[in-house]
């Protein structure tokens, strides 16, 4: 157990569902990520929030909308996807500091495997 | 963002002692080495950290020679659940700037 959490584990879902991935931390972060692994393929990283506000979209689609309501909870709404979306959904968390210094390392849920249909 | 450079794939039998080493020639002043491990269908975990010289954990050693152009990830006594995707990144420290490579399968036979 790492302290983040995401649900569900799975999910298969049609080009044209909407669904949503969660991801909780209870590590007390300030800052916290979404991450893309396709199969063989290294992380991309798709958002970061850090104290509630997105900070980084590295260019990805707007079938994929983040969502931080609070800084222990992470949502990604999922509309119209593609099959080549297919992939393991990785949530992290980390300790920003914002005053200069080390960032702490990030720590990783377990994933969301997803099937776009 | 400084590049890294570690081997695809790595063998090695249980007891052994394993290195993997990471280059990172254009490796900035300000920045840190973090290794991470990964298993299948999970996410990575962190390893060590480090800047310079060497630096021990309960898992894990770290190398880093003094022009910090390469590290050396030493994992002592590897066991079969070692098996997994080592990597190595380097950046300032901040978490926001983490790139991962394609890593380093380490495959650990019996």
């Known amino acids: 157990e790492t302290g983040v959490t995401q649900t569900p584990r799975h999910l298969v879902m049609g080009m044209t569902n909407k669904k949503s991935l969660k991801c909780e931390q209870h590590?007390?972060?300030?800052?916290m990520y979404w991450y893309k692994q396709s199969a063989k393929k290294p992380l991309e990283l798709m958002f970061v929030?850090?104290?509630?506000?997105?900070?980084e979209n590295n260019s990805v689609p707007s079938r994929f909308s983040p969502e931080c309501p609070n800084s222990s909870h992470l949502f990604l709404h999922l509309h119209t996807l593609q099959p080549e979306d297919s992939a393991l959904y990785l949530c992290?968390?980390?300790?920003?500091?914002?005053?200069?210094?080390?960032?702490?390392?990030?720590?990783f849920g377990p994933g969301t495997r997803l099937t776009v249909l | 963002l400084a590049k890294t450079t570690q081997p695809i794939s790595m063998d090695s039998y249980e007891g052994q002692e394993v290195n993997i080493t990471c280059s990172h020639n254009?490796?900035?002043?300000?920045?840190?080495i973090t290794w991470y491990q990964q298993f299948p269908s999970q996410g990575p975990r962190f390893i060590i950290q480090?800047?310079?010289t060497k630096v021990t954990n309960e898992v894990a050693s770290l190398f880093i020679p003094a022009d910090r152009k390469s590290s050396t990830l030493s994992l002592p006594r590897v066991s079969l659940s070692d098996t997994a995707v080592y990597y190595c990144?380097?950046?300032?420290?901040?978490?926001?700037?983490?790139?991962f490579g394609s890593g380093t399968q380490l495959t650990v036979l019996p």
């Open positions: 480090g800047y310079k």
């Open positions: 990144l380097v950046g300032d420290g901040s978490a926001r700037q983490l790139t």
């Open positions: 254009n490796i900035a002043t300000n920045d840190y």
């Open positions: 929030y850090n104290f509630k506000e997105q900070t």
């Open positions: 590590l007390g972060h300030n800052a």
């Open positions: 992290a968390s980390s300790q920003v500091y914002q005053r200069g210094g080390r960032d702490g390392e990030q720590f």
